[in-house]
């Protein structure tokens, strides 16, 4: 339970607070299970407080120290954490629900199955941290940086995460269906039976300069948009890239060099100008697939698929 003392000096404003909190910094503020619904905690001062199972609904906390704060399994939905300070905070299980968390610093921050639907994490850093299932469906996450970060299971159905940081980032078995990550830095990724069903990965970056390649083995990549993507050596064993329900898999343009593509599933998949030298397309299924200028210079063949395939000089497969 809270302690009454703190609650009662929290209560005469966040000033009084963090005169209190300045002279007794050894002190572990104690406001579990608190109700502190739309307060004003503008600049509040919660580091290493224990908040867990607190509400904080529509709580505005901008600019906020929440440091090493336990906030297990709290209320914040619709609160106000644009530029506030969470480092290696505990959120595990916390309501975060359409919460404006803009250019929060959420470095090691553990968020494992927090509700972070709607919520607006653009330019938020998310370094390090753990959202294993989390709930991201229809969030923003536009440039935010997840370098590291544990996705495991986590729902992004329905995100955006244009240009955002997913470098290093475990992503296996996500939800990214439907997902927007346009010009995404994926490379070092990995993306082992994930659902990245009609995600649009145009321009993105699934390889560094010192060659992280993107892992896709068992990725179900249905209906994605892979247009320019670039995908040098990256490993695309076994992947589903089949025509999805509203469109086929495009990866006109994409860089292909060296990748593995074995036993990948290619029907009527749009390869239109790509660049496959070197790519290993053992056993794929290019049923139908169109290679209308592609470079297959040095590309192992063997066994694929090529079935009423568009080859790159113009002329369909048999």
Not at 38 to 62: C, G, I, P
Not at 126 to 155: F, V
Not at 250 to 274: D, K, T
Not at 291 to 313: F, S, Y
Request: contains cysteine.
């Amino acid at each position: 339970m809270a302690d009454e003392g703190h609650l009662a000096l929290l209560k005469q404003g966040v000033t009084t607070w963090n005169e209190w909190w300045q002279n007794h910094p050894r002190n572990k503020p104690n406001l579990e299970g608190v109700n502190l619904k739309e307060t004003n905690l503008r600049e509040v001062n919660f580091y290493r407080a224990d908040l867990r199972e607190a509400t904080f609904s529509r709580v505005d906390f901008s600019m906020a120290n929440l440091e090493g704060a336990n906030l297990g399994i709290a209320i914040l939905e619709g609160a106000t954490l644009y530029t506030a300070v969470l480092y290696k905070a505990n959120l595990r299980e916390a309501n975060l629900y359409r919460a404006d968390l803009r250019e929060a610093d959420l470095s090691q921050v553990d968020l494992s199955m927090a509700n972070l639907r709607e919520a607006n994490l653009c330019t938020a850093v998310l370094e390090g941290a753990t959202l294993y299932t989390a709930i991201l469906y229809k969030a923003n996450l536009w440039e935010a940086s997840l370098y590291k970060a544990d996705l495991r299971e986590a729902d992004f159905n329905m995100a955006n995460l244009r240009e955002a940081n997913l470098s290093l980032t475990n992503l296996s078995m996500a939800n990214l269906c439907m997902a927007n990550l346009v010009g995404a830095t994926l490379y070092g990724s990995n993306l082992s039976r994930a659902n990245l069903r009609l995600a649009n990965l145009c321009m993105s970056n699934l390889i560094d300069a010192n060659l992280h390649q993107a892992n896709l083995v068992n990725t179900t990549l249905i209906g994605a948009n892979l247009y320019k993507a670039s995908l040098v050596r990256a490993n695309l064993r076994e992947a589903d890239l089949r025509e999805g329900t509203l469109s086929m898999t495009n990866l006109s343009e994409a860089s292909l060099i060296n990748a593995n593509l074995s036993r990948a599933n290619l029907r009527e998949a749009n390869l239109s100008q790509a660049n496959l030298s070197l790519a290993d397309l053992e056993g794929a299924n290019l049923h139908r697939a169109n290679l209308k200028g592609a470079n297959l210079r040095g590309t192992n063949l063997h066994g694929v698929c090529l079935k009423e395939a568009i080859m790159p000089d113009g002329t369909v497969h048999e």
